[in-house]
């Protein structure tokens, strides 16, 4: 089964209530090497707590909670959030929220990480985000907009479906925090995305969107019927068609457009998946590994086997030898911009820290919605709008993990030459169950042959470009 698919001082603990509430270097990089020999890197500085089990059950629920320990031990009972903020971790600001308008969701793609692996939260939660929650939202957001002077920040309107809601309330949400932050943090630029299935399209969602300059990201698994068969609604008919309709609409409001997520499909071909998308002129297109983890390995995973690897190679060498650029691919320009020493934002990726910050409907705060896929309540931080700021959320040791960057990793991805490009991988995909968090990606040997090849290819790019050959121009690298 596939899985589908975005201050200086110690802040305060992370089960406590709010008081408030009632790029290029000038050296050609070693990861461009072919052969370089391995750095062994000293272990972890990232100060952990004793034994849990000589010292007995963290008595806070909401970081350390016998879920998350029983679960994953990295962090939840390895980590001392304290020891590492007196060390010089410190924390990075939210600058991504995502606001989980709607719940619930018109499809039910057999494969989706919200409603068919781990995580059943969804269950218990209300199917719309009320206005009350809304402003709440909005309110902690400009809170830490200001706090942190921050220059930007981007929000996500998500689910379940967040085109259920009427296209004349669609922009409340976006419209709510811009307001928020224009008085708290005037000099934040607000920034605003959707990511639909493209099922509910029409029209008048999209220059409702647009109005509000809210822009629209689909998630479709290919461009072809055959590519979509598990993307059905709940009486088990197809949901491409009406995808389908909906992108080519987006198509011709290429300002609204920010691009199609498809999840690695290894049954489909990959340059007729490639290819078949581009028929919708998206301006990006997101490839994602499925979902997975060492405990749940994604489909195909064998010792000695790259399959992951060799479908992403046959995309990215039809999109390098292209000769012009027909779209971006985040993947490939993350890594060639990884491998340039350049900065990026991604977290599936290098060692960026996390920087997002998920809004269920009913107001409660989590982490990123992938952690679904390891365990029941993997995101679930215990902390609410009306009873934490995000500033709590940076010492919850779930987030706090994913800002340590290469302190987090286990010691073979420190001790490995590709770290600074991989990272470690994705989070989730780092997960086994009774362990945690602290292992190599289940994509680990995917990983190293493709960034390797890319490494490979650039490389070549910039000989031949230095030697006045003829030159093969790839498409441009993201900044």
């Excluded at 490639?274 to 590994?289: D, K, M, N, Q, T």
């Excluded at 934490?388 to 991805?413: E, I, K, T, V």
Aim: with cysteine; aromatic share 6%; hydrophobic share 40%.
């Amino acid at each position: 089964m596939r899985r589908a698919v975005t201050s200086g001082t110690p802040l305060p603990a992370p089960g406590t209530p709010d008081p408030a509430a009632s790029r290029a270097p000038t050296t050609t990089p070693a990861h461009l090497s072919s052969a370089t020999t391995p750095a062994h890197l000293p272990s972890a500085a990232v100060p952990e707590l004793p034994d849990p089990a000589a010292q007995g059950p963290n008595p806070d629920p909401a970081a350390q909670g016998p879920r998350h320990a029983r679960h994953a031990p990295w962090p939840y009972t390895r980590l001392d959030v304290a020891a590492a903020r007196a060390a010089g971790h410190r924390p990075h600001p939210i600058r991504q929220f995502v606001l989980k308008t709607r719940s619930r969701c018109n499809l039910a793609c057999t494969y989706c990480y919200v409603y068919e692996m781990a995580d059943q939260g969804w269950r218990g939660q209300p199917p719309a985000m009320t206005p009350a929650t809304t402003a709440r939202a909005a309110q902690r957001i400009a809170e830490h907009a200001a706090a942190h002077d921050l220059p930007r920040i981007d929000l996500v309107l998500h689910g379940g479906e967040p085109l259920l809601t009427a296209p004349a309330a669609l922009a409340a949400p976006v419209d709510a925090v811009r307001a928020a932050v224009a008085g708290a943090a005037p000099r934040t630029r607000v920034t605003a995305t959707v990511q639909t299935n493209g099922t509910l399209l029409t029209r008048g969602r999209l220059a409702a969107l647009a109005a509000a300059g809210i822009r629209v990201g689909v998630s479709l698994d290919g461009g072809l019927p055959a590519h979509n068969t598990r993307r059905v609604d709940h009486a088990g008919r197809p949901g491409f068609a009406a995808a389908a309709r909906g992108l080519r609409l987006l198509a011709r409001h290429p300002q609204s457009y920010a691009g199609v997520l498809c999840v690695v499909d290894l049954d489909q071909d990959p340059v007729e998946t490639y290819e078949s998308l581009l028929a919708f002129a998206p301006p990006s297109i997101g490839l994602l590994l499925p979902l997975a983890n060492w405990s749940d390995p994604p489909p195909g995973h064998h010792p000695g086997r790259t399959p992951y690897a060799d479908w992403l190679l046959a995309v990215f060498e039809r999109w390098w030898h292209d000769g012009v650029r027909r779209t971006r691919i985040g993947l490939f320009e993350e890594i060639i911009a990884l491998l340039l020493g350049l900065p990026t934002t991604t977290e599936t990726l290098g060692l960026t820290p996390a920087a997002t910050a998920v809004i269920e409907t009913d107001g409660s705060i989590e982490q990123a919605d992938s952690l679904k896929s390891a365990y029941e309540g993997a995101a679930v931080t215990g902390m609410t709008l009306d009873t934490h700021s995000f500033d709590q959320l940076l010492d919850h040791p779930g987030l706090a993990a994913r800002q340590l960057g290469r302190d987090a990793l286990a010691a073979r991805c420190r001790a490995c030459e590709l770290v600074e490009v991989c990272g470690g991988g994705h989070y989730p995909h780092r997960y086994r169950a009774g362990e945690g968090f602290r292992q190599p990606s289940v994509y680990c040997a995917d990983l190293q042959p493709l960034i390797r090849h890319i490494a490979a290819a650039v490389q070549r790019a910039a000989q031949t470009r230095a030697t006045g050959a003829p030159a093969v121009h790839p498409p441009a690298v993201a900044s």
